[in-house]
């Protein structure tokens, strides 16, 4: 396996990415060659892959633990309800019993359960008929006609804009604390308001586009992070919530919901006339979105937060998944706290995640050197986690949006994730292009691309 240059705020940090590398090139080096399929089955979407196996012989107890890790990766990039499993029986019962609402994988099971309200599976399958990718885009976004609202929901900001014919006229940002609020109307009341002096700046409002952290289907929330605090008994006010939103403020316009991560892709496809691109918005938590070499938003979850790519057995766990070494606590600013406190940089408890974040920032303007090797580790975290992700997106293509790459925290991210594709992998590190777009850009990028995702005229 490829040596890893140690981290000193991080030394165990073992990426999964090379353990998939070491794990394929001892399958490459077998006598008995053997491959493991995987399907992942979303109504009538079908994603499937294969990886290559070692011998049964020489499979380690972290091929073992990174085969469970690879599902969990597909079944979180892809998003479905039944997983199909061609690989040898002591494999497949591993992830039949993972997978299962008794096993170590619930949250998983359980998740995907109330997305698509249907009960979770794992079936063993040889059917090739199984494995067929049967995938789908739709095309939507790009539309500049008009007066537009573009509005982008956060876990520590919310930012939107007034559009008009493609030129941003108006912009502005608020912090707010949606993750710690039970009370529906503080969220509604929120959005309310930022539809509200958006559109004060447009002659009239012919569309709304809504960015925003968590999992939508036909414009209403199915899980999302934002609304965590809001008890059982307010659910159908949650899920419907956009929709009300602008009703309450702008009548019966066009409107579209769509995940974060996917409008972060959209905002760098537009901006940097490229297709084929991933998009990760490294802020609260992980957000990403692919852009596919069509143009088009996929309908891939792209929950890249939920994605394991530290393989350390005592990696940092994710209070809400229950799991370890997910992208959620490596690639956001949970991230730049963590790894602050260890570095012996004092942040004062009363601080709110976001205040904590522009404290640590403002030291590094400042040249502190334990600020500075905050994010320099975190730039180590993206570089791996790239090297893993690129063996399922395939991407041409590279943006860094969010909070926690602002400023020049930003520049040590994206040099030190460009120094670990250069020595992991130099191919790849030649041909990807990865970009940070400018300040405004990172800040309100992704409203403005909200803006453009109603097409005027359509009917919802």
């Not at 998983?108 to 049967?134: A, G, L, W």
Request: proline residues 4%.
């Amino acid at each position: 396996m490829t040596s890893l240059p140690r981290l000193p705020l991080d030394p165990d940090f073992k990426p999964i990415a090379l353990i998939m590398k070491d794990m394929m090139e001892q399958a490459q080096s077998s006598e008995q060659k053997r491959v493991m399929r995987i399907a992942i089955q979303q109504e009538l979407r079908v994603c499937a892959h294969w990886i290559p196996l070692p011998d049964a012989c020489t499979m380690s107890s972290d091929h073992d633990r990174f085969i469970e890790s690879y599902v969990k990766t597909l079944l979180w990039l892809y998003g479905g309800h039944t997983i199909y499993v061609d690989a040898p029986e002591r494999i497949f019962n591993r992830i039949k019993q993972a997978f299962s609402l008794s096993g170590n994988r619930s949250f998983d099971v359980k998740f995907m359960s109330q997305i698509y309200q249907r009960p979770f599976d794992v079936i063993k399958s040889d059917d090739p008929m199984r494995f067929e990718t049967n995938d789908q885009s739709s095309s939507i976004g790009r539309h500049m006609d008009g007066c537009r609202i573009g509005f982008d929901a956060g876990g520590s900001d919310r930012k939107v804009s007034a559009v008009m014919n493609g030129v941003v006229i108006y912009s502005e940002e608020v912090t707010w604390s949606p993750k710690t609020e039970s009370d529906p109307n503080y969220h509604l009341e929120g959005i309310m308001s930022a539809l509200s002096t958006a559109g004060s700046k447009l002659p009239r409002v012919d569309a709304v586009g809504i960015s925003s952290a968590g999992i939508y289907i036909d414009d209403e929330t199915r899980v999302a992070s934002l609304f965590m605090s809001v008890g059982p008994s307010d659910v159908d006010k949650v899920r419907t919530i956009y929709r009300d939103a602008v009703r309450n403020t702008w009548g019966d316009v066009p409107f579209v919901v769509v995940n974060d991560g996917d409008v972060t892709a959209l905002s760098g496809s537009i901006g940097l006339n490229r297709n084929n691109i991933l998009g990760i918005a490294m802020g609260t938590s992980e957000a990403a979105g692919y852009i596919n070499p069509k143009g088009s938003i996929t309908g891939w979850l792209n929950e890249l937060a939920f994605v394991p790519i530290d393989m350390n057995p005592e990696a940092v766990r994710d209070e809400w998944s229950n799991d370890i070494g997910c992208g959620v606590k490596y690639l956001s600013q949970d991230a730049v706290i963590r790894l602050s406190k260890r570095a012996g940089i004092d942040i004062n408890d009363n601080l709110t995640a976001a205040q904590s974040l522009e404290y640590v920032q403002k030291l590094l303007r400042e040249g502190n050197r334990e600020a500075e090797e905050v994010f320099k580790t975190i730039g180590v975290y993206l570089g791996y986690a790239i090297l893993y992700y690129h063996h399922f997106y395939g991407m041409d293509a590279l943006l860094i949006l969010g909070r926690v790459t602002s400023g020049l925290g930003g520049d040590l991210i994206l040099s030190n994730a460009k120094a670990v594709l250069e020595h992991e992998n130099p191919s790849l590190f030649n041909r990807l292009f990865i970009t940070l777009p400018d300040e405004k850009s990172r800040r309100i990028g992704q409203s403005v691309a909200a803006a453009s995702l109603p097409k005027i005229g359509g009917i919802k």
